[in-house]
């Protein structure tokens, strides 16, 4: 089994529902086992598309799953949970990135691990090191919570209330 971190965020309707919808999904697959869930962030929007705010979080699952057969998994839960299609960076329903898979460096046509951006991220970093304080990079081999001191801009707002709704 792998050991997977992934980025969830919604700022489109119903934000709460799309990120309990998609977390339930991704622990009723019987290839995944959720083992935590980070505090969920109001952030602002990465980008320069004008939009609502974001809930964001992160997820630690273990999986059997191959990084393209996770990839194909998560985009069928964010198509069932309800994502249409929208504009780069722009609004989403729900949008759930692989961030990390073990200590894995990756790239194909579909995916790279570790995700390209999340080291420019505190709404991805802050949840990573709320889950695990000793995690490490595996491309730069630095501890997370040292790239969250060497980040250049802030987007989280503030942590919410969040009532996961996982039974």
Do not use: C
């Not at 109001?42 to 980008?47: I, L, Q, R, S």
Request: aromatic share 8%.
């Amino acid at each position: 089994m792998s050991r997977v971190f992934l980025a969830l965020g919604s700022n489109k309707g119903n934000r709460e529902n799309y990120l309990n919808q998609a977390i339930i999904a991704l622990a009723s697959d019987s290839k995944n086992t959720l083992i935590k869930v980070s505090s969920i962030y109001e952030t602002k929007p990465y980008g320069t598309v004008p939009q609502k705010n974001y809930l964001n979080g992160v997820v630690l699952i273990e999986t059997d799953y191959t990084p393209n057969e996770l990839y194909m998994s998560i985009k069928e839960i964010e198509r069932k949970v309800g994502r249409t299609d929208s504009v780069r960076w722009g609004e989403r329903e729900i949008d759930i990135d692989i961030i990390l898979i073990d200590l894995l460096v990756f790239k194909n046509k579909f995916i790279t691990i570790p995700h390209k951006d999340y080291t420019k991220r505190d709404f991805v970093l802050v949840p990573l090191h709320e889950i695990d304080s000793e995690l490490i990079d595996p491309k730069s081999k630095n501890k997370i919570e040292n790239l969250i001191k060497l980040l250049d801009e802030k987007f989280i707002i503030k942590k919410v209330n969040f009532n996961l709704n996982v039974n």
